[in-house]
């Protein structure tokens, strides 16, 4: 039994319980405490070295409350204190004594009749190695077995080597979906004209496929992605070689969208642009901008759902976009339109998020002024001069 298999937040008293009677055994993933840390400077040096060690290797918890007999879990003995406020000491410990922040850490109590029990979940980075900064001295962790260790220089050089192997993989695969929408390569059938693509990738889920039996996943949750069309026409499921699709109804009077969640943690959403009777696609930006922050918001809800795990990997591009323009209000009424971009593939370079609630329309504000930059605009039109987006609570 392993508690890591469970949400953090579906966590209960009668699963540390279960540790108890079962008489699960300290681990390379889990470690039990009787009591918190000290708050003093030995205390929190010892809480840093151990999340960072956990974060460097493969992640796990931390039981707080739990007293251990020879390894295995003996008896729940609760937290004696403050747990509201020892939370948020271990967590402002955590922010200001490892660098780079972790952003898959989480923290909760569970009550038990013992007392509050807290739990530190510490997801496996994929941003290493993290460092401790204690008392003006750097040092790095790691874990084996059920102790904690400082790596060697050869150990050290692994650990630096791993985040970019990961984000050379998941480029790679971005890459590789652009060429294949692009040439019409689509899970259901989709007109010639430009698209859009909106590709957000969970990192950890990418890397250890978590996600791989995605049915089985998707049946036991509520979240699904949902294709990024506007008018939210009738969708249909269906289930693909690389994992499960939503897309809407084939119609040709409308334009077809889908959305595809891969077996590897990726969903990518795609949509027809508007064309004129000429065949030349267009983007305006109130809307295109809403479809797109919209789309965003809700992919990183679904794959924050299924534990998905931080950072997220967030990709803006538009395909066959060579005869697509800008389309714009002009002064006096009516609108104008830019030069068409020119080019097969308009590909924003990827936004990064580590953190569980991100502010989406801040986040794409650089992709949009890219975008319209490829149309030879100086900025997005559905933001005002100081950056924030029209679009919140109404039209832009």
Same mark, same amino acid.
């Given at each position: 039994?392993?508690?890591?298999?469970?949400?953090?937040?579906?966590?209960?008293?009668?699963?540390?319980?279960?540790?108890?009677? &079962?008489?699960?055994?300290?681990?390379? /993933?889990?470690?039990?405490?009787?009591?918190?840390?000290?708050?003093?400077?030995?205390?929190?040096?010892?809480?840093?070295?151990? #999340?960072?060690?956990?974060?460097? /290797?493969?992640?796990?918890?931390?039981?707080?409350?739990?007293?251990?007999?020879?390894?295995?879990?003996?008896?729940?003995?609760?937290?004696?204190?403050?747990?509201?406020?020892?939370?948020?000491?271990?967590?402002?410990?955590?922010s200001s004594g490892i660098?780079?922040?972790?952003?898959?850490?989480?923290?909760?109590?569970?009550?038990?009749?013992?007392?509050?029990?807290?739990?530190?979940?510490?997801?496996?980075?994929?941003?290493?190695?993290?460092?401790?900064?204690?008392?003006?001295?750097?040092?790095?962790?790691?874990?084996?077995?059920?102790?904690?260790?400082?790596?060697?220089?050869?150990q050290l050089r692994q650990?630096?080597?791993?985040?970019?192997?990961?984000?050379?993989?998941?480029?790679?695969?971005?890459?590789?979906?652009?060429?294949?929408?692009?040439a019409g390569e689509t899970?259901?059938?989709?007109?010639?004209?430009?698209?859009?693509?909106?590709?957000?990738?969970?990192?950890?889920?990418?890397?250890?496929?978590?996600?791989?039996?995605?049915?089985?996943?998707?049946?036991?949750?509520?979240?699904?992605?949902?294709?990024?069309? +506007?008018?939210?026409?009738?969708?249909?499921?269906?289930?693909?070689?690389?994992?499960?699709?939503?897309?809407?109804?084939?119609?040709?009077?409308?334009?077809?969208?889908?959305?595809?969640?891969?077996?590897?943690?990726?969903?990518?959403?795609?949509?027809?642009?508007?064309?004129?009777?000429?065949?030349?696609?267009?983007?305006?930006?109130?809307?295109?901008?809403?479809?797109? #922050?919209?789309?965003?918001?809700?992919?990183?809800?679904?794959?924050?759902?299924?534990?998905?795990?931080?950072?997220?990997?967030?990709?803006?591009?538009?395909?066959?976009?060579?005869?697509? &323009?800008?389309?714009?209000?002009?002064?006096?009424?009516?609108?104008?339109?830019?030069?068409?971009?020119?080019?097969?593939?308009?590909?924003?370079?990827? #936004?990064?998020?580590?953190?569980?609630?991100?502010?989406?329309?801040?986040? &794409?504000?650089?992709?949009?002024?890219?975008?319209?930059?490829?149309?030879?605009?100086?900025?997005?039109?559905?933001?005002?001069?100081?950056?924030?987006?029209?679009? +919140?609570?109404?039209?832009?």
């Amino acid at each position: 039994m392993s508690i890591q298999d469970i949400p953090l937040d579906k966590i209960t008293a009668a699963d540390l319980e279960r540790l108890v009677v &079962m008489q699960v055994t300290e681990s390379l /993933t889990l470690d039990y405490k009787r009591d918190s840390y000290d708050p003093g400077n030995d205390g929190n040096s010892e809480y840093l070295k151990d #999340i960072s060690s956990l974060a460097n /290797t493969l992640g796990g918890d931390i039981v707080i409350g739990l007293k251990e007999k020879d390894g295995a879990a003996h008896e729940i003995v609760g937290f004696h204190g403050n747990v509201d406020g020892e939370l948020l000491r271990l967590e402002q410990v955590a922010s200001s004594g490892i660098e780079p922040r972790l952003a898959n850490l989480k923290i909760r109590s569970i009550h038990t009749n013992a007392g509050p029990v807290i739990i530190i979940r510490v997801g496996r980075s994929y941003m290493p190695p993290h460092r401790v900064v204690d008392r003006g001295r750097n040092s790095f962790w790691a874990r084996a077995g059920t102790t904690k260790y400082e790596p060697n220089v050869e150990q050290l050089r692994q650990l630096f080597n791993n985040g970019p192997q990961v984000g050379e993989r998941i480029r790679t695969f971005h890459s590789d979906r652009l060429v294949k929408i692009s040439a019409g390569e689509t899970p259901v059938p989709m007109k010639t004209s430009a698209k859009l693509a909106i590709h957000v990738v969970a990192i950890p889920a990418f890397t250890d496929g978590r996600l791989a039996d995605i049915w089985r996943i998707l049946e036991k949750g509520t979240h699904l992605p949902i294709p990024p069309d +506007e008018v939210r026409l009738t969708r249909k499921p269906a289930v693909t070689f690389d994992g499960f699709v939503n897309y809407t109804q084939s119609d040709p009077t409308q334009r077809s969208a889908y959305a595809q969640f891969f077996r590897n943690g990726a969903i990518e959403g795609v949509a027809e642009l508007g064309t004129d009777p000429e065949g030349n696609s267009f983007l305006i930006g109130a809307p295109f901008t809403r479809l797109v #922050i919209e789309t965003v918001r809700q992919y990183v809800a679904v794959l924050a759902s299924y534990e998905a795990g931080l950072p997220i990997s967030i990709y803006l591009s538009i395909c066959n976009a060579r005869k697509t &323009m800008n389309r714009y209000d002009v002064p006096g009424g009516g609108y104008s339109e830019t030069r068409a971009a020119g080019r097969e593939i308009l590909a924003v370079p990827e #936004i990064l998020v580590n953190e569980a609630d991100p502010d989406i329309p801040a986040l &794409m504000l650089p992709a949009f002024d890219m975008l319209w930059n490829a149309f030879g605009r100086e900025r997005c039109d559905a933001y005002d001069p100081a950056g924030r987006w029209r679009g +919140e609570g109404g039209a832009p």
